[in-house]
């Protein structure tokens, strides 16, 4: 029997890029067993969303994790565009996800909302939720997984400070 049988996964983290690299690229590099990765990635998501939740700050933990929805959008998206299947862009559809995000960001306080970088972001939503809103039954064309590469894109590059 395997370990991976026995539900033993591993995964590995290459670090590299140096201090420009860890401010201005993918410095931290993940591989493994997708079923190990999704299972660590969830770890720390509920860590880190606890974490947050628990020093009371229920807003710094919902853009926390909508900055981290979206770059995840934005790397899929990516490479779809790059590499296209109707199957790989079937795995953009998740209007509930942005529906949640799109309701908590509405809830914010009005001092919150009115942020320049909160502002971008509730601006950019209401593309990304039609972009990732199609029936389940007929995936996004290769130019709509551009166009939410695109949109993604910007609202990721507005939250790190960058003009895209």
Known sequence: MTLSQRGIHFIGMGISGGKKGAFLGPSLMPGGEALGMDEELEAV???LASAMQGQGDRELATLMALGGWL??????SGHLA???SAEGAALLRQPAVCNFFTARVGEMPARIQAAPLVVAIRDGLPQIQKL??????LPPSADDVRKL?????GI???IAGKEK
């Open 132 to 137: 990732v809103s199609f029936s389940p039954d």
């Open 45 to 47: 998501q509920n860590e």
């Open 156 to 158: 990721i590059a507005a």
């Open 71 to 76: 770059r995840t959008i934005e790397i899929v």
């Open 82 to 84: 790059g590499h296209y």
């Open 149 to 153: 590469n695109e949109a993604a894109g």
